[in-house]
């Protein structure tokens, strides 16, 4: 009867145990999944039940407030960033990578136009040469205006000066040349032939006894050769050379005035713009592969344009990052992507970190009860 007794109490203890871990067990997971279930209220008519939404549920706007809160007080502060991102290693290092990364651009085969049709940019052809038109007619209007009543002797530099009065010895061997080109072709000799006869027509009847007198002999095979010899002579060279310089001091002393009223104003700009254009010839350049057209442009991009461009821009984060954060609002910005999660996600989320943990609550309860179970066997067995 004795050992049935002990076992009795024993038996007893050990349901008492048993008891005790599954309901502290059982309180302490049902504690852990009413942090988030259910989901939603739940309604018996228009009565809500206790404890409904869960925990995390009903109060996931403060929740999402908070994290937003933490976020911009103590996670992404302007003092962190700035340690993290805006110091002088991490400058030299961005601006190491750009340098390597433009290297595709300047070592790229495609042409300029296909990097600007990749970017849909439009051709700048039309638009520059309309720029530089209008450039080109202000400036000599701005020219006309300044230098009208000044001499070309005063205005233009000595050295260019200089440079045209050598060129007066040209001129004069060009027209020289060409005229002897001239005479000397079938062109030349008819004219002056025609020359000769309109010259005898007015002499009347002298034009006709040297007419007589000749016979059949053309006028023109005696005067062509003579004509040339005269172009060809040293002398006629040098009379041209001193008339041309005569006449270029005299033009030298002109105003502006007077030398802008003998040039169409509108035919000078034309061919000016023409010039330029032609000059520069942008449509070849835009076909030429990037690289080689930015070649020029490497080594001051590379070595003194990126490294300033990235220390500008890290000073200027630097002074202005607080602003900057104020402005991207980034606690509304933390609030508004938490409160739109649904709870379901909040819950992986928040299991995925702690499932670990929420077991060894769930079994620090079990032993909590299994104790206190031990103990209230121990206390009902004096009781009784």
Do not use: C
Request: overall charge neutral.
């Amino acid at each position: 009867m004795e050992g049935e007794g002990q076992m009795g109490t024993i038996g007893t203890i050990v349901i008492m145990v048993i008891v005790g871990a599954v309901i502290g067990g059982f309180t302490n997971s049902l504690a852990i999944k009413m942090l988030f279930r259910p989901y939603n209220a739940v309604y018996i008519g228009k009565w809500r039940l206790p404890f409904t939404p869960g925990l995390i549920p009903k109060r996931r706007e403060e929740l999402a407030r908070q994290l937003g809160l933490t976020v911009v007080n103590y996670l992404l502060t302007p003092e962190s960033l700035k340690a993290r991102f805006l110091h002088e290693r991490q400058e030299k290092a961005i601006s190491a990578w750009l340098q390597k990364e433009s290297d595709y651009i300047f070592n790229s085969q495609e042409s300029v136009k296909t990097w600007m049709a990749r970017f849909e940019i439009d051709s700048p052809v039309p638009y520059v040469e309309k720029t530089m038109d209008s450039w080109i007619e202000e400036q000599y209007e701005n020219m006309k205006e300044r230098y009208r009543s000044q001499t070309i002797r005063e205005t233009l530099p000595e050295r260019w000066l200089i440079r045209l009065d050598g060129k007066v010895e040209n001129v004069s061997s060009y027209i020289l040349e060409k005229g002897v080109e001239y005479f000397s072709s079938p062109e030349g000799k008819e004219r002056i032939q025609i020359m000769i006869d309109d010259f005898l027509k007015t002499r009347g009847t002298l034009g006709s006894m040297i007419k007589m007198f000749m016979g059949n002999t053309s006028l023109a095979d005696k005067v062509q050769p003579e004509i040339i010899k005269f172009l060809n002579h040293e002398g006629t060279n040098g009379i041209l050379k001193q008339v041309l310089h005569t006449e270029w001091e005299k033009v030298k002393d002109w105003e502006w005035d007077r030398a802008f009223s003998i040039v169409t104003d509108r035919d000078l700009v034309i061919r000016l713009q023409g010039l330029v254009k032609e000059r520069i010839n942008l449509d070849e350049w835009l076909d030429r592969p990037l690289g080689q057209a930015s070649t020029p442009l490497k080594e001051g991009v590379q070595q003194r344009l990126i490294p300033k461009v990235v220390e500008t821009v890290r000073i200027m984060l630097s002074e202005r990052l607080e602003q900057l954060l104020l402005k991207m609002n980034l606690q509304d910005l933390v609030r508004e992507q938490v409160d739109s999660f649904e709870v379901a996600r909040i819950e992986d989320l928040m299991l995925g970190i702690s499932r670990r943990e929420f077991k060894m609550i769930t079994y620090l309860g079990a032993l909590l009860g299994g104790i206190i179970g031990f103990f209230q066997g121990i206390l009902v067995l004096f009781i009784g």
